[in-house]
């Protein structure tokens, strides 16, 4: 539970991703209406009366593989929130970093 500052306890958060490590290993961990498929190693996202939409895991591999996927995925005419939940899935599962992110996409500053 955070704090008066909104930081939570180091056990508070060691718990919760433990947690979340085993929901991933078992296949029930969801992210919105994404859900991990730890058989087939798929994100899935139910989309209701459609078809399911699946993405290998092993297509996501790099952080250019992944992006990519982002960049697909912000092409439909899907809520928002779909791929925002998906930027979550892959950040739990491949553990994102911001830095490596925005290098991908910005490019690099010169130095005078």
């Known amino acids: 539970m955070p ?9 508070d958060v060691s718990r919760a991703l433990q947690r979340d490590l085993e929901q991933i290993a078992a296949g029930t961990k ?6 991990y498929d730890a058989h087939a190693g798929y994100l899935v996202l139910d989309r209701g009366d459609v ?8 297509t996501c591999g790099t952080e250019t593989d ?7 995925l912000a092409e439909k005419s899907w809520p928002s929130d779909v791929i925002g939940d998906f930027v979550r899935a892959l950040n739990e599962t ?3 970093r911001q830095n490596d992110a925005l290098a ?7 130095r005078d």
Do not use: H, M
């Open 3 to 11: 704090d008066d500052e909104g930081f939570r306890d180091a056990a």
């Open 30 to 35: 969801s992210w919105g209406r994404w859900t």
């Open 51 to 58: 078809a399911a939409y699946e993405i290998p895991l092993n």
């Open 66 to 72: 992944r992006l990519n996927w982002i960049a697909q």
């Open 94 to 96: 491949y553990g994102l």
């Open 104 to 110: 991908a996409i910005r490019p690099a500053r010169r």
